[in-house]
């Protein structure tokens, strides 16, 4: 069956930078559609970045758009979240969201970023 496993999580203070890490396993991890999306307390999960299946095209919600940079790695299934000079509003449960050739969606069980001095 189809993980997706997120890591990189940490306290870190404003204007800091973090690289979440997202591992799959159990799909065809270069025809999927990877995506990153996070929730803050009491607020619904939003859509922050995705990279396609393709020649790796990437989307970016306005808020985090030229701070945070999405990759991934084919030959380790991984996806990665490069975010720089974080701030407060930055705050929240970051998940990864794998989205299958067969329609099919998956999520990891998210990790914490929270932002403070």
């Known amino acids: 069956h189809v993980q997706v496993v997120e890591s990189g999580g940490d306290l870190v203070q404003p204007g800091g930078s973090l690289r979440l890490s997202c591992a799959t396993s159990?799909?065809?991890?270069?025809?999927?559609?990877m995506s990153w999306h996070r929730q803050a307390p009491g607020l619904e999960r939003e859509f922050v970045a995705l990279?396609?299946?393709?020649?790796?095209?990437?989307t970016y919600a306005e808020s985090v758009k030229g701070r945070f940079t999405i990759s991934r790695d084919n030959v380790k299934n991984t996806v990665y979240l490069q975010m720089n000079s974080l701030n407060p509003e930055d705050t929240a449960v970051y998940f990864c969201?794998?989205?299958?050739?067969?329609?099919?969606?998956?999520w990891g069980q998210g990790t914490q970023v929270t932002v403070s001095s």
């Open positions: 159990g799909c065809t991890f270069t025809r999927a559609v």
């Open positions: 969201r794998a989205y299958t050739t067969r329609s099919e969606e998956y």
């Open positions: 990279i396609n299946n393709g020649f790796g095209i990437t």
